[in-house]
């Protein structure tokens, strides 16, 4: 509690006085505005995992995923300081495309083993399909180098996140997507 | 239905949180010498009407300020606004239903609007989040500061902890987009110039003029809240310009010609999310765009500045909108609604009777901004007739009546967005400079009924 007081009181301040910041342009600030609430939601239900799922090979994958995802936050707020631009978290409560919903989460909090691993895969297939969208046009649409680099390390590690749940799955044929997510894979949004 | 008493552990937290926000004042002060916060504990209130004071379980503890419900207001005595320049103004809120904006009034009442705060859900009575928003133009010093509460539904929506206000940085801030003033002047100069066409006798004395527009396309892009994105969006329904996907900009819709709209010369984007019937999209068969005006003198009115975009509604809002709801769909048609969907949510309408909603846009601007970090906070709504303050450029009152070829069902429908409550759109204005500013003096300036044609 000292440490995130201590933390928001010097942050929040303005910076009078600094020098310009880098150019952002209205897609860095849009991207990392979007990605942050995305991440957090897919912290929420990796987090769900040790708890739940009884696959060694998942619980690791999803620990490793968490890591990567709160690694990706701390910096996602970061470069959002350095814009400049407010936080006022558009997309929070937000239906999104690849964004884990607030549906999935429920469902997933209420189950465990086969079928809480076949919502944590399914959930995480169509968010990283996402971030890998979203990263790639970061990079060729952005402007700021903080943010495109960031986009560029997103996209790197959710391509090894995706080789790894694709392994997985591999070994496990009964987790594989059925049409419908195949679709939200694609980025149509379903209110589950 | 509402209140949870406050946990005692947050006695002891308040009590460390006070010592440590002491300690981080300090140390601030002497860094930021020159950027001044005053900061107001709602409770504070020198006068207040339907307010009760209650233990917050808020970080630093005290009370917060409950039960606010539209028309509520508190009076705040000696609040140093600084001096001139940009003033960051702030709101520490909590909301478990409803939705509205906290008004900041200085001198009265009904006195000048100094910000406006929008509040949506927060996730709970005691779940705070601080919502800002700036102001180039205010009153300076030691000034009367009235916080009034506005909703469109009846019932509490809102709890406030504090409010700040804090001078900032002179330059324009991250997100804001200036206006190019001289092309406003230029644009402003030459709709000043424009004689207004006699009105005939036997037209209807509404301030109103129309663009028709048919359904457009559909992609998951937003070029005012993803730019530059695409497939980062939910599913939208664009009308007007035939163009727009998340790369369109004011110059991009003003050179791509084609667009759904009655007249051709409106070149702007328009656009809602999409509505689902079961897994099917069902499009709009008309949306009609009308431009017009709920001030009580509309002759100060002057047209949307030419790269204007703003939006209306909330896409995060998911409640439910049972029957009697503010703003929700209706039937439109023989037979109306002759009920609703099994969640309540929706109407069910009479067969020859079909599925519509208009959505209405702020009507007061800034003067100064073609856009603002939450697409919104460059507008105000004007709930007593006159555009003043900070927003004290009367724009045409927007709203959008879409009606669908279909009568719904027990299933009810859902949007692209969510719930029925998500409803939203968003205006990208690229008129045709002369088009829109000979409409706004013909018709709403003269307060006259015209078609979209701009004649009456």
């Known amino acids: ?192 | 239905m509402r209140r949870h008493p406050v946990p005692l552990y947050t006695l002891l937290v308040s009590t460390l949180a006070v010592v440590l926000v002491a300690a981080l004042s300090l140390t601030v002060s002497t860094q930021q010498a020159q950027a001044a916060t005053v900061t107001v504990q709602a409770e504070s209130y020198a006068a207040q009407s339907g307010v009760v004071p209650e233990a917050t379980g808020d970080i630093g503890g005290g009370q917060n300020a409950a039960f606010l419900a539209n028309g509520d207001w508190m009076r705040f005595d000696n609040v140093d606004l600084g001096a001139a320049g940009r003033l960051t103004v702030s709101a520490r809120i909590a909301s478990a239903v409803g939705s509205g904006t906290v008004e900041f009034r200085t001198g009265s009442l009904t006195g000048p609007l100094l910000a406006v705060i929008p509040v949506s859900p927060t996730g709970g009575w005691q779940t705070w989040t601080t919502q800002a928003t700036d102001v180039t133009t205010h009153p300076t010093g030691s000034q009367t500061v009235f916080a009034v509460l506005r909703s469109t539904a009846a019932g509490d929506f809102v709890n406030i902890n504090w409010f700040s206000f804090a001078d900032a940085s002179d330059s324009p801030a991250a997100g804001w987009v200036p206006i190019d003033q001289a092309k406003w002047n230029a644009q402003l100069a030459q709709f000043r110039a424009m004689t207004p066409a006699a009105v005939p006798a036997g037209v209807v004395r509404v301030p109103e003029f129309n663009a028709t527009c048919s359904y457009s396309h559909s992609k998951p892009d937003d070029p005012i809240v993803l730019p530059g994105l695409p497939g980062a969006s939910h599913m939208h329904s664009f009308f007007g310009n035939r163009s727009t996907d998340a790369f369109s900009t004011a110059q991009s819709l003003l050179t791509n010609t084609p667009t759904s709209c009655t007249p051709a010369n409106d070149l702007s984007a328009y656009w809602i999310p999409t509505l689902y019937e079961g897994d099917k999209a069902v499009e709009a068969e008309e949306m009609t765009v009308y431009y017009g005006s709920r001030l009580a003198d509309p002759s100060a009115t002057v047209p949307f500045p030419q790269g204007f975009r703003m939006i209306a509604g909330n896409a995060k809002t998911q409640t439910p909108t049972p029957a009697g709801s503010p703003g929700q769909y209706w039937c439109a048609g023989e037979g109306g609604e002759i009920g609703r969907s099994a969640d309540g949510n929706w109407p069910r309408c009479a067969p020859q009777a079909h599925l519509t909603h208009q959505l209405v846009f702020p009507d007061c601007w800034d003067g100064k901004n073609l856009d603002s970090p939450d697409h919104k906070s460059h507008v105000a709504t004007a709930y007593d007739g006159k555009c003043s303050g900070a927003y004290p450029v009367a724009i045409p009152n927007l709203s959008f009546v879409v009606s669908y070829p279909t009568s719904g069902s027990t299933a009810g429908f859902r949007l692209a967005s969510g719930m029925a409550s998500s409803i939203h759109g968003d205006f990208f204005n690229a008129w045709d400079n002369a088009a829109l500013g000979h409409r706004v003096k013909d018709c709403i300036t003269q307060k006259a009924k015209c078609n979209s044609a701009g004649t009456f």
């Open chain 1, 1 to 192: 509690m000292v440490v995130a007081l201590l933390a928001v009181g010097c942050t929040s301040q303005p910076t009078a006085g600094a020098s310009p910041g880098p150019a952002f342009n209205a897609t860095d600030t849009a991207w990392i505005l979007l990605m942050i609430p995305m991440a957090e939601r897919a912290q929420l239900l990796t987090d769900l995992a040790p708890s739940r799922t009884a696959d060694p090979d998942l619980a690791e994958l999803a620990a490793k995923t968490g890591s990567a995802l709160r690694g990706d936050l701390r910096r996602l707020r970061a470069v959002l300081r350095l814009s400049g631009v407010p936080d006022t978290r558009p997309h929070e409560g937000h239906t999104m495309p690849g964004m884990v919903s607030l549906g999935t989460l429920e469902k997933a909090a209420a189950t465990d083993g086969q079928a809480f691993d076949r919502i944590l895969t399914d959930a995480l297939r169509a968010g990283f399909t996402q971030f890998r969208l979203l990263c790639a046009e970061e990079q060729t649409h952005g402007r700021a180098d903080e943010a495109t680099e960031l986009a560029t390390a997103i996209a790197r590690s959710t391509a090894e996140q995706t080789t790894r749940l694709d392994k997985l799955r591999a070994a496990r044929p009964a987790t594989s997507g059925t049409p419908s997510q195949a679709t939200a894979v694609k980025g149509q949004v379903r209110s589950v």
